[in-house]
């Protein structure tokens, strides 16, 4: 099987850090785009930030000069380094990967089953 696993969420202060980790698992050749989403309550689900194998990336307006975001190719997990964090991150993050091949299922996608984040002070 293909399974993401995100870890790193917690409660942190308003201008806290944090950094979330997504690893992809299963016979898998390789991973196109490794991304994360967002959703806080009431709320739809937002882009956070993209990067693709070649490291590529696209943030969203919200996050830009905040987060980043970054991979390791050989070991098929995503990173979001979150720095300056503000009450509206609040939200669970979901890790995305895109145009995995693997040996069993082709090329799909696939979504991690989410991480919360709560910044609170």
């Known amino acids: 099987q293909v399974q993401l696993v995100e870890s790193g969420g917690g409660l942190v202060q308003p201008g806290g850090s944090l950094r979330l980790s997504c690893a992809a698992s299963?016979?898998?050749?390789?991973?196109?785009?490794m991304g994360w989403y967002r959703r806080a309550p009431g709320m739809e689900r937002e882009l956070v930030a993209t990067i693709t194998s070649g490291g590529s990336t696209k943030y969203g307006d919200s996050v830009k000069g905040r987060f980043t975001i970054s991979r390791d190719n050989a070991k098929n997990t995503v990173y979001l380094q979150m720095n300056s964090l503000k009450f509206e991150d609040t939200a669970v993050y979901y890790c995305n990967a895109d145009g995995v091949y693997s040996r069993d299922y082709g090329v799909q996608g696939y979504w991690g089953q989410g991480t919360q984040v709560t910044v609170s002070s």
């Open positions: 299963g016979s898998i050749f390789s991973i196109n785009v």
